[in-house]
């Protein structure tokens, strides 16, 4: 019988940090097209792409909490790795 894999647990900082770099690069990219945008009745993109680049803000700081208690669950695995290799016969 095989053994399932271990679920991904990569480092999710990057993923926020990029969310947010994408908003922000979404309003810049949509910036010299404002008065058609506007004129077609989509004056409001502005402040949705400022609002997703600050809704990331709570998130990437979750993010850091997160990897760092990943950081710590995975010392703490080591560690025990490292005491039940020892003891073993």
Known sequence: MTTPPKPLD???????????A???????????FRDELADAGHGSWFGI?????LW???????MIVHDRNRRRRRAKASDSFKTERQTAP
Not at 49 to 53: D, E, F, H, S
Request: charge should be neutral; hydrophobic fraction near 65%; proline fraction near 15%.
């Open 56 to 62: 990331g803000i709570p998130g990437l700081l979750t």
């Open 49 to 53: 792409t400022v609002a997703g680049a």
């Open 10 to 20: 990569p480092p999710m900082v990057p993923f926020a940090l990029a969310g947010i």
């Open 22 to 32: 994408l908003w922000i690069v979404a309003g810049l990219i949509m910036l010299p």
